[in-house]
């Protein structure tokens, strides 16, 4: 008797280290793979809202080029869409240097709408502004200053 117990737990030492053997690289491979998509989420949420980010830059240079045209009307009705869309934006952004940001372009709206209500060719200064601020907020390396070119 004493040799059928050794030899069952002999194969149940057996079945679980080929129970673990089996398991634990594939635990380790799934932990992994885990991180790596948590790691890649986190990644494509932030460049998704550096895209939609820099989608609000583009309406924002549509806005200010209307608006050097003297197309005041249409300024304001696309200024108020911007404004909107930075609203939301703020909302749902969740890099808090971002929001921040978005919030000062916010601040910016009732100058840039009484600017574009009272058609003062100054609010493309303002419009450069919220320009300014959206490309700091993406990180955007603004142009230097040009010179003219020597011939």
């Known amino acids: 008797m004493r040799v059928k117990s050794i030899a069952a737990i002999a194969a149940a030492v057996v079945i679980v280290g080929a129970f673990l053997a089996g398991y634990w690289p594939q635990h380790r491979g ?3 793979a885990e991180e790596q998509v948590q790691a890649l989420r986190e990644e494509l949420s932030t460049a998704q809202a550096t895209i939609r980010v820099g989608k609000l830059l583009g309406q924002v240079l549509t806005v200010k080029e209307t608006a050097a045209l003297r197309n005041y009307g249409q300024a304001g009705e ?10 939301t934006e703020a909302m749902n952004v969740a890099d808090a240097d971002l929001r921040g940001a978005l919030h000062e372009v916010l601040a910016r709206r009732d100058r840039v709408t009484t600017s ?5 060719p100054a609010v493309v200064e303002a419009l450069h502004d919220v320009e ?14 040009a010179s003219a070119p020597t011939p």
């Open 116 to 120: 574009l209500a009272q058609s003062d």
């Open 78 to 87: 696309l200024s108020s869409t911007f404004f909107d869309s930075v609203r």
């Open 132 to 145: 300014v601020q959206l490309r700091r907020a993406l990180q955007f390396m603004m142009p230097a200053t």
């Open 30 to 32: 799934r932990v992994a």
